[in-house]
């Protein structure tokens, strides 16, 4: 069974910085797939960054340019740097992975991936 607990959120005012953590636990294998979400109020979720094995990330292109995704395999830990932040980033964010191989566009869809954190909430004021 995977862990993952997501941490780093919080209010920021925009054109502003955040970096989200993901910590990964309770498993021996790799895990191919990382990824991270967001869901904002009312809306449905979307894919914002993910990750492969072989360190390809995939962006939406909403965050191109201003998010970047990172993965440190010895802390087990995945990372979401987020700057020039805007009202629209607000919503909670959440850290997924799989133990399956995954790359390109399955990066950002939900049903990609098997595990989930419980999130963190980001909130960008104007």
């Known amino acids: 069974q995977v862990q993952l607990v997501e941490s780093g959120g919080g209010p920021v005012q925009s054109g502003g910085s955040l970096r989200l953590s993901c910590a990964a636990s309770?498993?021996?294998?790799?895990?191919?797939?990382m990824g991270w979400f967001r869901q904002a109020p009312g809306k449905e979720r979307e894919g914002v960054a993910g990750?492969?094995?072989?360190?390809?990330?995939s962006y939406a292109d909403s965050v191109k340019g201003r998010f970047a995704i990172s993965q440190d395999n010895a802390k087990n830990t995945l990372y979401l740097q987020m700057n020039s932040l805007k009202s629209e980033d607000t919503a909670m964010y959440y850290c997924?992975?799989?133990?399956?191989?995954?790359?390109?566009?399955?990066?950002?869809?939900?049903?990609?991936?098997?595990?989930w954190g419980q999130g963190t909430q980001v909130t960008v004021s104007s």
């Open positions: 997924a992975a799989d133990l399956t191989s995954c790359a390109g566009r399955w990066l950002l869809r939900d049903i990609t991936y098997g595990y």
């Open positions: 309770g498993y021996t294998y790799r895990l191919y797939c």
């Open positions: 990750i492969d094995s072989d360190g390809r990330a």
